[in-house]
């Protein structure tokens, strides 16, 4: 478990379990490496890496590693020339599965309610204006 993990763990008490799961999944890409591997079993870190549009490798190495180090992840290495390196769920990160897809739902629905209000604003000429000085500001 990484330490800022194992501080919330153990400081936040049972009273911000929602903070907990935030703390553990919450990151640039972690969802979507879990969703991925979700659907394909095992992935090595180019294929997610291509699969997920390219992020930078320094980012997605650090957010594997800490999946991995709170349980989501398995990580096995292959001693062979060129290394190969594989990433699968462990049960920890199977379990999430479901709080992952509640996301994507919640975040699907959010995203066409926002399109709509821009469109609904875009589409009144006071409602430009208030969109050019929200974004002003």
Known sequence: M???????????????????????????WKPSILSLLGEHEVLRFGELSRLLDEPTARVLTRQLRELEDDGLLIRTVYRQVPPKVEYRLSDLGSGSMPLVEALTDWGGRYAAHQRRELE??????????????????
């Open 2 to 28: 990484r330490e800022k993990t194992e501080r919330i763990v153990r400081e936040w008490g049972d009273s911000c379990d929602a903070e907990v799961s935030i703390a553990v999944l919450g990151g640039a």
């Open 120 to 137: 609904r604003l875009a589409a009144e000429p006071e409602g430009l204006d208030e969109l050019e000085a929200a974004d002003a500001r």
